[in-house]
């Protein structure tokens, strides 16, 4: 992605849409599957998330103000007529739903960069550069699933007091003020594991490689792996519920629990959903 | 009104060119001003001095020890390596006749003392920069059965005839893009040409 490719190419880069079969023949395309009848909530995922990616705990104050930097975060929803008074958190009822960058096919964020920072890459993945980054946070604002965070201030000096800064993970850069920041899928496990089956002449096996959320998770809520394989537990996953990459709207079974968020904004994120079934009764 | 916006705008210009004035001063990608590398690039690293001047001129030239033997992990991981201590003693107490020289007793005194050699890095590449030996070394080295010594002499410079190792070339990102543009032949015998990968997130993290 050269200056001079942006340029030429700056009609393609600008209404990328994903088609039939793209990565039929590519050798990865990563996605997921978390299943939200299996998710209890339990937040270990984000915890495994801030200690892989060198996420800093901002605090009380600074969460307040809307600058958390989590970028695996968990919703929680009370379903309809079990509306809850703000000052009130109900015992029980309570739906979970993790939510990181879905690594949309036509990502909102990528067409309104500024300076290209972020970008879509071979295998799939909705990238974002630091050091091209120039905090516009246009791409925050375009994002519907505001999942793209801002780094306020310069955590590197506060966040990590000696020795904690030997727990930062070497393989992830310690980003520093004014850039944006999101889900990466673990993009440095990816690519490690990549090399090395590539010196082996391989490819990246499923299961091989996971992303630290889908590591750490206790139910085995997360499913990770390489949706090009169709061998793949992902791949596998997709096809049984139906969900194809390429469509916005998915004509299928109505007993089948897999659907993706916002699709109708056409934006073909590469993260399924499989609902909750709920008994109101117990 | 008028006379003051051409003065505003002139002192304006005026500020950006000095600003850009300072900033050209300061901004050198890879190294110290003045030097050209081979390349062409404006690039060559500081020189860095070592605990132990170690000669790989000796070692890599006259005695035709491959590089892989000290930096043992070039070949299957992203960094190269540093030998631990013992392995330079292992094979130091083998050679009597070079006890006696003033690097040899340097190396001694640590292994006597316990202290491992605070070697300092020549190539240092910025923490956002991700660079992977393994698979420049397979590819270059094991498959295509190029000269060790011309592979790591891709981005390390003619390490072999020098003593302290220095930085030969800027190892900056547009000399690495260079070299990514090429297009190099899969084998000898497969015709078919690949490049490096072309993608922000090969390199950076």
């Given at each position: ?41 339990c937040n270990a995922c984000t915890t495994a998330c801030y200690a892989e990616n060198n996420l800093p705990v ?225 | ?205």
């Open positions: 992605m050269s200056l001079n490719n942006l340029i030429k190419n700056w009609t393609s880069f600008r209404s990328r849409r994903p088609y039939l079969d793209q990565y039929k023949n590519a050798d990865y395309k990563w996605a997921m599957v978390i299943d939200l009848d299996a998710c209890t909530g901002v605090g009380k104050e600074r969460y307040e103000k809307g600058h958390a930097m989590h970028w695996l975060r968990i919703e929680r929803y009370w379903g309809e007529g079990e509306s809850v008074p703000v000052d009130m958190v109900p015992d029980r009822g309570a739906q979970f739903l993790p939510m990181m960058c879905q690594q949309c096919e036509a990502a909102p964020c990528e067409v309104v960069c500024p300076v290209g920072a972020t970008h879509h890459s071979a295998d799939g993945l909705n990238t974002q550069v630091y050091n091209r980054c120039v905090g516009s946070r246009y791409c925050s604002a375009n994002c519907p699933y505001k999942v793209r965070y801002f780094n306020w201030w310069q955590y590197a000096d506060t966040a990590w007091p000696n020795p904690l800064e030997l727990q930062l993970n070497p393989d992830v850069s310690v980003r520093s003020k004014g850039v944006m920041e999101k889900c990466t899928f673990c993009v440095q496990r990816l690519r490690e594991s990549m090399d090395h089956a590539k010196t082996d002449g391989r490819l990246v096996r499923d299961g091989e490689v996971t992303t630290a959320c889908a590591q750490a998770c206790p139910t085995s809520a997360i499913t990770f792996g390489n949706l090009a394989n169709p061998q793949s537990q992902v791949a596998k996953k997709w096809k049984n519920q139906q969900i194809a990459l390429e469509k916005d709207e998915q004509k299928k079974d109505e007993n089948l629990r897999g659907y993706r968020i916002f699709e109708e904004f056409r934006t073909y994120p590469s993260v399924v959903y499989l609902e909750r079934v709920r008994d109101l009764e117990a | 009104m008028n006379i003051k916006k051409i003065e505003l705008f002139f002192f304006g210009i005026l500020f950006s060119m000095l600003a850009q004035l300072g900033h050209a001063e300061a901004f050198h990608p890879g190294g110290a001003p003045g030097t050209q590398t081979i390349d062409g690039y404006n690039a060559l690293g500081p020189k860095v001095e070592q605990p132990i001047e170690f000669p790989h001129y000796t070692h890599a030239n006259v005695m035709k020890i491959n590089c892989m033997y000290c930096h043992t992990y070039a070949r299957r991981s992203a960094v190269s390596g540093i030998p631990r201590l013992d392995k330079c003693i292992g094979c130091h107490k083998m050679i009597p006749e070079v006890r006696d020289r003033p690097r040899i007793k340097k190396l001694f005194w640590y292994w006597d003392n316990h202290i491992s050699i605070p070697w300092k890095k020549v190539h240092d590449l910025p923490d956002f920069v991700r660079f992977n030996h393994e698979r420049h070394i397979q590819r270059f080295y094991f498959q295509d059965k190029r000269p060790v010594r011309e592979v790591c002499g891709y981005c390390h410079g003619d390490v072999a005839n020098m003593t302290t190792a220095r930085r030969v070339k800027a190892i900056s990102m547009g000399w690495c893009i260079d070299c990514h543009k090429k297009d190099h032949q899969i084998s000898k015998v497969n015709l078919k040409t690949t490049n490096g990968p072309n993608d922000c997130w090969m390199c950076h993290k």
